[in-house]
């Protein structure tokens, strides 16, 4: 009767032990490739911002040349077509102006790129011939204008959301 | 006997909080994966804005070339403001139209027209055995009225028809080239006969210079200011009393004889030039009309750009 009261432990401490060892290498995996995936993830949205700045940087630099071959009387307006999201989050543009600390001749600013999740900041610098605005503060990331606004005494680059 | 049944509704939670951590951690990853896709992709259309910029200037630049060869080919072959205006404007038409179909192709549309038309005229008198005097046989006449600027002036004179005397200073009947400043000033060029063809040039000031006799005909170049290449006077180019717009005007033109050329910036005729009484196509002088510029307006828009500006055609002048 004494042998009928351990029949059947061995299966219990068996699934135990299966629940154990898979309980184990679940949060393992977990907790070693949760920082990895999240590291990937922002490399990629960090390269993807640097991409978006330099395709940026670029329509800048090609509204600046179309502008000096247009003169004062022309008109000349480029959109530049980026996503609204990057890595699902949204992210924001802003226009800082550098040309204070640059001795080189022209006007000299950074593009930055700001992504909230994960929150990566990326600056690309662009010099131009003319002096460059954004409409405001702060930019939407999206398709965005550029465009030459021609002042009494000057002409100058504005960019904004369309 | 071991109760096996108490626990057996919670059988494989731990595998499913498993699965759903892993399925969190393959998404997170698959969205990496496609933000880098996308960002690659994004890479390669960036050339995109470049295309059309290139596009854009190369239809400029097109412009400024077919247009620059067009006006000097209307130049050789036409010589009448009005001829070359409405040539000129037919021809940047043609061409705007087939641009146009050719930038089709490439997504963009484009379109050239002509604003306006900067002239130069050539006054010529080659009927060497008539005087100076204009179509309608007047002696005092306006030959250039406000020009900004005269590029050439050549005469060649001869003695035959020239006053006899030995001093013209006095506004008297010889010939007389008058040019008049901005401010009223007023440089004259005198040729008479004193001996051989004579030539005095009274400044703005009032001072006076003279050269010759130089024989029986001198070649004045009035621009360069020479007496037969060689003796040289102040020219009302040079005169600080003289300033443009400048207006040439001939006195006692029925005294002197000879040829001449001169050629001056401007459309110097208010309409055609066989309306004007001062100017025929025989023997009385003649103007013949170039085109020194044209101001063209161009547009072209692509689905990212639009690009529009007045560009100035100067014939025989590009900047590749």
């Known amino acids: ?162 | 006997m071991a109760d096996l049944t108490v626990n057996s509704d919670d059988r494989g939670q731990l595998i499913i909080v498993a699965a759903i951590g892993l399925a969190i951690l393959l998404t997170l990853m698959t969205v990496a994966l496609n933000t880098a896709v996308y960002g690659e992709i994004h890479v390669a259309q960036t050339d995109d804005s470049l295309n059309e910029e290139r596009s854009a200037l190369q239809y400029h630049h097109s412009l400024e070339r077919g247009g620059g060869g067009l006006i000097a080919s209307l130049n050789r072959e036409h010589d009448r403001y009005e001829t070359l205006n409405s040539e000129l404007e037919g021809a940047v038409v043609t061409w705007s139209n087939l641009s146009r179909s050719e930038q089709l192709r490439e997504g963009a549309t484009t379109n050239a027209t002509l604003e306006s038309v900067t002239y130069e005229s050539r006054i010529v008198h080659r009927n060497e055995s008539r005087t100076f005097v204009d179509r309608s046989e007047n002696t005092d006449w306006n030959v250039a009225a406000n020009v900004s600027d005269v590029r050439g002036f050549e005469a060649n004179v001869t003695e035959t028809d020239l006053v006899d005397t030995s001093d013209c200073t006095d506004n008297g009947s010889c010939f007389r080239l008058e040019v008049e400043g901005a401010e009223g000033n007023t440089w004259r060029l005198f040729v008479y006969d004193d001996g051989g063809v004579t030539v005095t040039v009274e400044l703005a000031s009032g001072a006076n210079e003279t050269y010759g006799p130089s024989g029986t005909s001198a070649k004045l170049n009035v621009t360069d200011g020479t007496v037969d290449g060689s003796e040289t006077f102040t020219t009302f180019l040079e005169d600080d009393g003289s300033e443009a717009p400048y207006t040439l005007r001939y006195a006692n033109a029925d005294t002197v004889s000879g040829t001449y050329e001169l050629t001056v910036d401007g459309k110097i005729v208010d309409g055609g030039i066989d309306d004007d009484e001062r100017y025929g196509v025989a023997d009385a002088p003649r103007i013949e009309a170039r085109i020194t510029a044209a101001a063209v307006r161009l547009r072209y828009r692509s689905p990212d750009l639009r690009y529009e500006t007045e560009t100035e055609i100067i014939p025989g002048e590009t900047d590749g």
């Open chain 1, 1 to 162: 009767m004494r042998q009928m009261d351990d029949r059947a432990v061995s299966t219990s401490v068996s699934y135990v032990l299966v629940l154990g060892i898979v309980a184990l290498l679940s949060s393992g995996l977990v907790v070693g490739f949760a920082p990895v995936v999240t590291d990937q993830q922002q490399e990629t949205v960090r390269s993807t911002m640097a991409v978006f700045g330099n395709d940026i940087a670029g329509s800048v630099d090609s509204v600046d040349r179309l502008v000096t071959k247009a003169g004062a009387n022309g008109t000349v307006e480029l959109s530049t077509r980026l996503p609204d999201r990057v890595g699902g989050s949204p992210y924001e543009i802003e226009l800082i102006n550098r040309t204070a600390e640059n001795g080189y001749p022209g006007y000299h600013y950074d593009i930055e790129l700001r992504s909230a999740d994960p929150e990566t900041t990326v600056r690309v610098r662009v010099r131009s011939r003319y002096p460059l605005e954004s409409e405001s503060n702060v930019l939407d990331g999206g398709t965005l204008q550029i465009e030459v606004v021609h002042e009494e005494s000057r002409s100058k680059l504005v960019i904004r959301n369309v």
